[in-house]
Each structure stands twice: as C-alpha cells, then as structure tokens.
C-alpha cells in the first residue's frame, strides 16, 4: 500500500486469493475506502478467458466457474487501457519476470491482449521466487515482484512484457 504506482493507479487489477495465493484484500479493501478503482478477473472457461470487471464497494463475490469467487455479471466490465497496475498470483516467478501458473493460460493470453499498457506485478510468498523457471514462447512475464520479505523489486530481465509502462 506504500508502493507509489499502487497509491497512484487510477484503477488496480488484482485477485481474489485461491489455493494459499497472498491475499490482497486488504489492499484492495484500503483503495477502495480512498476512493480508488479496483477489478477483478471474472473467467470464461469455454473461451479460456479472463473478463475483468469493476468491483464496487459493498458488492458480493459469486462462486465463478473454475470455483474461484469473482464479480457477479452485472459488474461493469473493464477494458485493458482502463487498467494502470495488474497484481498477478502464480505458482512461482522466476527473477526475469516469468510466472507459473496452474496451466490454463488464462493470464498469459490476458496479458497479450492489445491495448494493454499496464505495469504488471507478480505476488508471492519469497519461498515461490526462483532464479529461473522453464518457459514456453507464450508465456509473458511480469516487470515488477512483490514478496513478503522484499519488492516491489523490478525484475532482471526478458520476462519483462514489451512495451509496458
């Protein structure tokens, strides 16, 4: 929350934890008692997809299909340039910026997505960042990691999306 990007942004992606992923929400919770905007994914599992759609204050998560809960349907939805910081979960990062994760490609194709301008941010627990994981072409990095025990730390290298603010 002392992160300035994270103070500044005008809207924040990030997510709802799920299988002992570091819990946001109360980051999330402060931005939103100040005023600022935040979106969550909500999933398409038939497309593989992420949609992700604004959260309000006072608004209840629905189980979503992959039984993650997410914002209902009547959430507004957002478009990629609306989004100024992505907090992204993951298995493990790897100090160049590559994440795994549970292997649908949900994020990775996300993040693809043109428009996109974003600053992204794996989070973690320090035990689930690694010199270096194995990569496919697909895969997109993170540019920033954010731990427990350190970070917001830039990350080293090619894992880096091209062209992020």
Request: hydrophobic share 40%; proline share 15%; aromatic share 10%.
């Amino acid at each position: 929350m002392a992160w300035a990007p994270f103070r500044e942004a005008g809207l924040v992606m990030g997510y709802v934890a799920w299988r002992g992923e570091p819990d946001l929400a109360p980051a999330l919770r402060w931005r939103l008692l100040r005023g600022g905007a935040v979106a969550l994914p909500a999933t398409d599992p038939r497309a593989r997809r992420i949609l992700p759609r604004r959260f309000l204050p006072g608004m209840r998560l629905v189980p979503g299909p992959l039984g993650i809960p997410e914002p209902p349907e009547e959430a507004p939805p957002v478009e990629p340039p609306e989004i100024d910081l992505i907090l992204l979960p993951g298995v493990a990062f790897d100090r160049e910026g590559y994440r795994l994760g549970y292997g649908g490609g949900y994020f990775d194709r996300w993040l693809a997505r043109p428009g996109l301008g974003a600053r992204t941010v794996g989070v973690a627990y320090a035990a689930q960042i690694l010199e270096r994981l194995p990569r496919d072409p697909w895969d997109r990095g993170v540019e920033w990691l954010l731990s427990e025990a350190e970070g917001p730390e830039p990350c080293a290298g090619p894992g880096r999306a091209p062209g992020r603010r």
